[in-house]
């Protein structure tokens, strides 16, 4: 029995190359593809849908829960919990809650950053069948890899590594599935 592939990989020498690769996919009418660029490409991360905007939601969110949390634990400590009338200063005192409070909020919102990457971009991750593909470590080096996946609807073995050979990559190779 003859597993599928997890897809079909092309080799771009530039940046140039692959965006029009990924242009002319698009417009092939392929939706399940990805690309792999060793320095960020905007244009490419444009035409591949990526979308980092949730980031900044997440750490204001959890900068507002560290912030509150913190804010309240003070309050609690400072007015419910241990009261302590020092020098007739009220036990609610805000202006000395504020640095503490700031220092939380930081905390909290640069965790949940790191965090959300971490389960948005799915890392850390081991194991990637890409890996398996011969010369594809240069992805982090000089070379640009467009990846049909084959998952995709007009995914054919064939007919899409032909699609492939005829946007002039370098080279074209089967992405093994993984075992």
């Known amino acids: 029995m003859t597993q599928a592939p997890y897809g079909v990989m092309a080799e771009f020498k530039t940046p140039d190359a692959l965006l029009a690769a990924v242009r002319s996919a698009k417009r092939a009418g392929y939706t399940r593809f990805d690309a792999y660029s060793p320095f960020p490409l ?16 997440i750490a204001f969110v959890a900068g507002l829960i560290g912030a509150g949390l913190q804010y309240g634990a003070q309050y609690w400590m400072n007015a419910v919990d241990y009261p302590l009338n020092v020098g007739g200063r009220p036990l ?3 202006p ?7 220092i939380v909020a930081i905390l909290w919102a640069g965790a ?12 850390p991750r081991l194991h990637h069948p890409v890996f398996a593909v011969h010369g594809f470590e240069r992805a982090s080096n000089d070379r640009f890899f467009l990846c049909i996946l084959g998952d995709d609807p007009l995914f054919e073995d064939n007919e899409t590594r032909g699609f ?13 599935a993984c075992g």
């Open 42 to 57: 905007p244009d490419l991360a444009e035409e591949l849908g990526v979308r980092t905007t949730v980031i900044p939601w």
């Open 164 to 176: 492939l050979e005829a946007q002039s990559p370098m080279i074209v190779r089967e992405v093994p």
């Open 92 to 94: 609610d005192s805000w």
């Open 112 to 123: 949940a950053t790191l965090i959300g990457l971490l389960l948005i971009l799915r890392l």
């Open 96 to 102: 000395a809650f504020i640095p503490a409070t700031l």
